[in-house]
């Protein structure tokens, strides 16, 4: 497994900005696809967005196409979520998760490492 730690949550205006960053502990991390999942309170935690081992693809969830921005970069053993235009619904904790397949898929059980979220609030 792979030791992933979320940072850039925090409070931030509807239609502000905010940059997630997970770092991961392992010089594995590029045999890995990436994932953004995100959970609030009362809800399933669900996929954000994912990006693929060599970071040339990557997959949104439709709420936030558009918006987001997830990237890459293996010298840095880091994975970044550029979070444009943020909306109320937006507010939730957000977790980075690696994965052991070539594409990143939005189903949970498919990721065999977690970091422990980062809490993202959007006022509106």
């Known amino acids: 497994q792979v030791q992933l730690v979320e940072s850039g949550g925090g409070l931030v205006q509807a239609g502000g900005s905010l940059r997630l960053a997970c770092a991961a502990s392992?010089?594995?991390f590029t045999w890995n696809s990436e994932g953004w999942f995100r959970q609030s309170p009362g809800k399933e935690r669900?996929?954000?967005?994912?990006?693929?081992?060599?970071?040339?693809?990557?997959f949104y969830a439709d709420p936030v196409k558009g918006r987001f921005t997830i990237s890459r970069d293996n010298a840095k053993n880091m994975v970044l979520l550029q979070m444009n235009s943020l909306k109320h619904e937006d507010t939730a904790v957000y977790y980075c998760?690696?994965?052991?397949?070539?594409?990143?898929?939005?189903?949970?059980?498919?990721?065999?490492?977690w970091g422990q979220g980062t809490q993202v609030t959007v006022s509106s």
């Open positions: 998760a690696a994965s052991s397949y070539d594409l990143p898929e939005p189903k949970l059980h498919m990721y065999h490492s």
């Open positions: 392992e010089f594995t």
């Open positions: 669900e996929f954000v967005a994912g990006i693929s081992k060599g970071g040339d693809r990557t």
